[in-house]
């Protein structure tokens, strides 16, 4: 096994940026049934605003040399090249701290949190396969399990015998898998945006808060009506992935849908939740590495993998949840199942992509915790 981690830099050619261009102002933009808002997915005058500023106002000169300030690396695990940023904290007390996004995400996610999370913390930020410069796929098969394989090979590379993890979404599934197998090398596992689920049994929902009944709600409607989205990448990726890969304009619309949906709900548009040039950044990545597709393909993964969605062992690492109240579905009975859950903060603001929508409280919510397990 070739064990090599090489630097990485991130450099779009120019001949990249101005086709970009060239294709928006291109666009043939698309009707709509007048009257409807969000319901049936992105306004098309919204969407335009966001494709001119994408096109005369963001600068991704500026983005990419922000995220190259920070140090980054690949490394080829399981025929797959994985792609992460590392920066060694100077405190002598720092514990590794790896950090795993969700999809539509990217390690862009987490650009407002690395400098103060490396004052206790050597953090790595990686790129999960298929998505970013972690892309294209290799092969079939990358699925949680083996995306959490790669992920603790990555430590291992990097010298690191114990470590923490946090993910949130499905970087939460992948970070509750690596638990699951390295027990012995997680000491703890942080997450936010858990999804939980009930059993069939009525019990279950005895005794639920006023709350946490809202959340079951919020997730009962999450399954009935905004599973759209999942419904394609998990049968046929490779379709969606002509037009998204072909049309800016159409990936610009398949991810701002979801960070509007999955963020505070008390925001009105996805860029008021996250930033306008943070949300651009990670689209931009998305679509300079044509990996539209190859991120779905965990979907697919998942999906047709019987392991996933079997009864599991509960985890037996400390694990420490953040829950905006607002937006996420988690409810702590239902997380006590399968984690071994030793902290459990209630925050009145966020959503999903929490590091860059609360990145104060995001980074002092995983402090809080880790100081439990060291």
């Known amino acids: 096994m070739n064990n090599e981690i090489s630097p990485f830099v991130i450099d779009i050619p120019q001949a990249e940026l101005d086709d970009l261009h060239h ?7 698309s009707s709509e049934v007048p009257g409807t808002g969000w319901s049936r997915g992105v306004p098309v005058d919204h969407l335009r605003k966001l494709a001119e500023y994408w096109a005369d106002g963001f600068d991704w000169r500026e983005g990419e040399q922000r995220l190259n300030r920070h140090p980054q690396f690949t490394t080829v695990t399981d025929g797959q090249t994985i792609h992460f940023m590392h920066i060694r904290s100077e ?3 720092a514990v590794p701290l ?45 699925n949680t399990g083996r995306i959490a394989a790669a992920f603790v090979e990555v430590m291992a590379r990097l010298g690191y015998k114990r470590y923490g993890v946090q993910g949130g979404g499905g970087g939460a599934w992948i970070a509750a898998e690596m638990g699951r197998r390295q027990p012995e090398r997680v000491i703890g596992i942080h997450v936010n945006g858990l999804i939980t689920f009930p059993s069939e049994d ?15 709600a919020r997730l009962q409607f999450f399954r009935d009506e905004m599973m759209g989205f999942n419904a394609i990448q998990s049968t046929r990726p490779h379709t969606l992935a002509h037009g998204l890969n072909d049309s800016p304009v159409g990936q610009l619309a398949w991810v701002a849908e979801k960070f509007k949906e999955w963020t505070d709900v008390e925001t009105e548009l996805p860029e008021d939740a996250v930033g306008i040039d943070n949300l651009l950044t990670n689209i931009s990545v998305y679509w300079f590495t044509g990996t539209a597709g190859s991120s779905a393909n965990l979907y697919y993964e998942s ?72």
Not at 101 to 119: C, I, N, R
């Open 23 to 29: 294709r928006l102002a291109r666009t043939r933009w």
């Open 91 to 93: 405190n002598p007390e």
């Open 98 to 142: 790896l950090l795993i996004h969700d999809w539509p995400g990217s390690f862009t996610q987490f650009s407002e949190v690395v400098d103060p999370l490396a004052e206790d913390f050597h953090v790595v930020v990686t790129s999960t396969p298929g998505v970013g410069f972690s892309g294209p796929l290799s092969s079939p098969g990358w």
């Open 202 to 216: 009525p019990a279950d929902f005895a005794g639920l808060t006023e709350a946490e009944q809202g959340r079951v």
């Open 303 to 374: 999906a047709h993998d019987p392991a996933a969605w079997s009864p599991k062992e509960r985890g037996t690492v400390p694990t420490g949840v953040a829950v905006a109240l607002s937006t996420d579905v988690a409810v702590r009975r239902f997380a006590e199942r399968e984690h071994l859950v030793t902290h459990w903060t209630e925050l009145e603001r966020g959503g999903n992509f929490l590091s860059l929508e609360q990145p104060k409280a995001f980074v002092e919510d995983v402090r809080t915790f880790f100081r439990t397990v060291r």
